[in-house]
């Protein structure tokens, strides 16, 4: 290879979908494009997110809405952030207390797998306990720019659930949700693997819904550089999008998920058993302590069916939970700055342009299971479907 | 300087808690509450409404404290992330030294420097410390380790201490080896032959 050998220290969090950058280092794709990454385990997004900033991370493994809130300016400093290639589509979950399950069991107006039955049944339990006087219930989730935080107000908002009036809705660090939830200080949790997985392992928690089951297709991480650094390394960048793309097409061999289970087992990734990475990858997750188990082949997409290449309807759609949630106004300048954050140009530009239509994806790119079909042009319609949404406060700059 | 304002530490690590509150303490700020058990983390803050909050890096709960840029009913005043946008060396300072600190918006940045900048001085301070404490751990378990060697050498091959001495340290010499580690080999050896 003619290119200059580069190292790369990238940051990322302990999490499956990591799974296409640890594969990529650890396997030999990034070196096979001259790529030495180092990467770099944190504990926090907002070191993740402030270590890209500043420069001491290259790129980073970064949940999708924080690469748009940092471009946006939106919550810190405003610094402009893209994204080359999705990491994951889908792969969280959201687990409930055994309490909690059987409430919203016994209230339930049809099979719960459904998420339009369990939100009704979620108001239906929050209308109990306010009745009763109890104290709201209480949800973690993994950061106020996240796709937990929105995956979750999608989901209860839809049922008549008020995420703010309601219920609490508090960030915790997904290596507390466990136990947070095992102390009775939560109530349910939105996350990624492995921890839906370790709560149920533990006998504390029942796997309610796989996001897929409430947006067939949703972004969840993606690899994130600074645009500057985008600019100034275009041949760097193209090897990194090429390593990933070899890495994140042996995750979705099948025929290699046992390795790939172990590689991202190991204590220095994403330090659970492999067993328990396994579940995740291959979609067989079991959902309540006593062993029952639920297949879904979408569970966490890491690539396939054209999932890594950027999409702006992605990030429109972010945006629009943005604006929903009084995160930031709506106007058309910002929707632009938000699609603009996902760059399948570059995308391209590293792998030839990938124009297939892939079967069974849903028509608007995203499949909610409620709500009329997602605009990425006509935020302002999503806006209007709903009646429970925020407005952005007027004095806050 | 300004006396008045309340600091809130959040770390797990007590000593390095304790050389940053004395650092503050000598510089005349007296209000300083630490926080170093992170559950109820917000409600604790909110309670205690300071005017900054000092975070390590190493703390998973930075995230929690970033909900308090978000408009919540429970802030009395809305809480900063502590950025001079045209200061970039010092915000590379403060996440080498491995900290970070949040402020009420509107404070004046002057009136914060000097307490970042201490905390930056204090927490390199500790790690220093904890550098010096690592290296001086691992010298002292290497000498134990070369003094079982020797003995061994001295029961077994009949020799003086200084002869043990010299001949793990010609060993080591002649394999490109740490004399601890050779030490180590000979303890491992002497085991198997039990």
């Not at chain 1, 409430?103 to 797998?113: E, F, L, P, R, T």
């Not at chain 1, 369990?118 to 209308?127: D, G, N, P, T, W």
């Not at chain 1, 947070?180 to 693997?193: I, P, R, W």
């Not at chain 2, 010609?170 to 000979?186: D, G, L, P």
Request: some cysteine; glycine content about 6%; charged content about 25%.
């Amino acid at each position: 290879m003619s290119e200059r050998r580069a190292r790369l220290r990238i940051g990322f969090i302990p999490l499956c979908d990591a799974a296409a950058l640890i594969v990529a280092a650890d396997k030999g794709f990034a070196a096979a494009e001259g790529l030495d990454l180092d990467l770099v385990r944190e504990v926090s997004w907002a070191n993740v997110r402030d270590k890209l900033n500043i420069g001491l991370f290259d790129a980073a493994h970064l949940i999708a809405p924080m690469a748009i809130a940092s471009s946006l300016g939106l919550g810190h400093v405003k610094v402009p952030i893209i994204a080359p290639f999705g990491l994951g589509v889908n792969g969280n979950a959201i687990t409930v207390s055994p309490a909690l399950y059987a409430a919203i069991a016994a209230v339930a107006d049809g099979n719960i797998v459904d998420p339009r039955v369990s939100a009704r049944a979620l108001a239906r339990v929050v209308a109990h306990r306010r009745a009763r006087n109890e104290e709201p219930l209480t949800f973690g989730m993994t950061f106020p720019f996240s796709t937990h935080n929105y995956h979750l107000r999608f989901w209860m908002a839809a049922g008549g659930v008020d995420p703010d009036e309601d219920v609490r809705l508090v960030v915790l660090p997904p290596p507390y949700m466990v136990e947070s939830l095992a102390g009775g200080h939560v109530d349910g949790f939105c996350v990624g693997a492995p921890w839906n997985s370790v709560a149920v392992d533990l006998g504390i928690g029942f796997i309610l819904h796989f996001v897929c089951e409430i947006l067939a297709r949703a972004v969840e991480k993606v690899l994130a550089v600074r645009d500057r650094w985008a600019r100034e390394n275009p041949d760097l960048l193209a090897r990194l999008v090429r390593a990933h793309d070899r890495a994140a097409a042996f995750v979705e061999d099948h025929t290699n998920l046992d390795e790939v289970a172990e590689i991202l087992a190991a204590p220095n990734r994403v330090g659970v058993t492999p067993e328990v990475t396994r579940r995740t990858l291959a979609g067989h997750m079991k959902v309540a302590p006593d062993g029952t188990t639920r297949f879904d082949d979408r569970y966490l997409l890491v690539g396939r069916n054209g999932t890594s290449r950027p999409d702006s309807t992605q990030a429109a759609w972010l945006y629009a939970q943005i604006v929903r949630w009084g995160q930031a106004p709506l106007s058309a300048e910002l929707l632009d700055a938000a699609k603009a954050v996902f760059r399948a140009d570059l995308f391209d530009a590293a792998l030839g342009a990938q124009g297939a239509k892939f079967a069974g994806e849903p028509c608007d790119g995203i499949g909610a299971f409620a709500g009329p079909p997602f605009d990425p042009n006509d935020v302002k319609a999503h806006l209007a479907a709903w009646e429970i949404k925020r407005s952005f406060p007027k004095s806050r700059s | 300087m300004d006396a008045s304002l309340k600091i809130v530490i959040v770390d797990d690590s007590p000593l390095r808690t304790a050389i940053l509150e004395d650092g503050l303490c000598e510089s005349g700020y007296v209000n300083v509450v630490r926080i170093e058990n992170t559950r109820d983390l917000l409600a604790r803050i909110y309670s205690i409404d300071p005017d900054v909050i000092l975070i390590a890096l190493e703390n998973p709960s930075r995230d929690v404290l970033e909900q308090m840029f978000q408009v919540s009913r429970a802030v009395k005043r809305p809480i900063a992330m502590f950025v001079d946008q045209t200061d970039a060396a010092s915000i590379q300072a403060s996440v080498d030294a491995g900290v970070s600190a949040y402020i009420v918006d509107g404070l004046k940045k002057e009136r914060i420097k000097s307490i970042l900048d201490l905390c930056i001085s204090r927490f390199n301070a500790f790690s220093r410390l904890q550098t010096e404490l690592e290296q001086t751990r691992s010298a002292l378990a290497e000498r134990k380790v070369i003094d079982r060697a020797k003995g061994i050498l001295m029961t077994v091959k009949n020799l003086s201490e200084d002869a043990a001495y010299a001949l793990l340290r010609r060993t080591a010499m002649n394999e490109n080896r740490k004399i601890a580690e050779v030490a180590q080999s000979v303890i491992t050896a002497a085991e198997l032959f039990k």
